[in-house]
């Protein structure tokens, strides 16, 4: 007789692992907050926001904020969550390839991010739709790239989320860890020079964020496949200290000593007397 191979599909293992991502009341919670945000942001944009540069394509970039800072945390839910619940021992049971597992989590984690941008375009779209209602918006320009980009942004962000959880496997840990080393690549970055480009590259605020910012901001990233290049020119503000005064003095010194070496930043630290 032949034998008959009884192992679960890639697509069903997939849909189960989208699945868990709802099935807790952290992540439903996690889920829910993540939308609420996201619409506030946009609400807040079409009544305080700069009519004049109230378009479509920026009210998607600041729509995207709320996920990219949130998904990651959902990430590291979808595997860390399987070891507090103890859904571990079902999951490897049914499943004994460990590989599959993980494949299937990554591509779960890659549909959500896609469908957060689904959700962040149609949040954006309906402020449009508001805003040119009342006549307080600027119009319905959107670039392709920065769909591209925020859906890049969307899609790394839960990847890292999930790399993160698969490392650690304990939910506080690696949610403290994820956000903590950020600041902690910014700040070695800021005292040590011979840090500064790897830095760049580490701070998601930059390497991540870098993409949608500049967007925002109409400015294009740089080279293809460089995200983290043009590190003051991106984010000025992240990296100057905007919510930290300490940090703002070290990025002063990090951005004299890149004016003295002969490379001009694009925009001062205002935050910093030492520029």
Request: net charge positive; aromatic share 4%; hydrophobic share 50%.
């Amino acid at each position: 007789m032949t034998p008959v191979d009884t192992a679960v599909s890639l697509p069903r293992l997939t849909l189960v692992e989208l699945r868990k991502l709802v099935d807790t009341r952290a992540g439903s919670w996690l889920l829910a907050t993540i939308g609420l945000l996201t619409a506030a942001i946009v609400t807040i944009d079409l009544i305080w926001g700069d009519r004049a540069n109230l378009t479509l394509g920026n009210l998607l970039a600041d729509a995207v904020l709320v996920p990219s800072l949130l998904l990651p945390v959902l990430g590291i839910l979808l595997i860390t969550s399987e070891w507090s619940q103890r859904t571990h021992l079902v999951t490897f049971t049914l499943v004994p390839n460990r590989g599959r597992v993980a494949v299937a989590k990554i591509a779960a984690g890659v549909l959500a991010g896609v469908s957060a941008i689904v959700v962040c375009l149609a949040l954006a779209a309906v402020g449009t739709l508001i805003g040119d209602w009342t006549g307080d918006i600027a119009g319905w320009s959107l670039r392709w790239s920065h769909v591209g980009n925020a859906t890049l942004v969307l899609a790394l962000s839960m990847l890292m989320g999930i790399a993160f959880g698969m490392v650690l496997l304990n939910s506080p840990l690696a949610i403290v860890v994820y956000f903590v080393l950020p600041t902690v690549w910014s700040v070695l970055g800021a005292m040590i020079p011979s840090l500064n480009r790897v830095a760049e590259w580490l701070d998601t605020a930059v390497t991540i964020a870098g993409p949608v910012r500049a967007e925002r901001a109409g400015r294009g990233v740089g080279p293809p496949g460089r995200l983290g290049r043009g590190l003051d020119r991106v984010a000025p503000g992240r990296r100057a200290g905007a919510r930290d005064p300490a940090r703002g003095v070290l990025t002063g010194r990090w951005s004299a000593g890149r004016t003295a070496r002969g490379v001009r930043p694009a925009s001062l630290c205002l935050t910093s007397p030492a520029v």
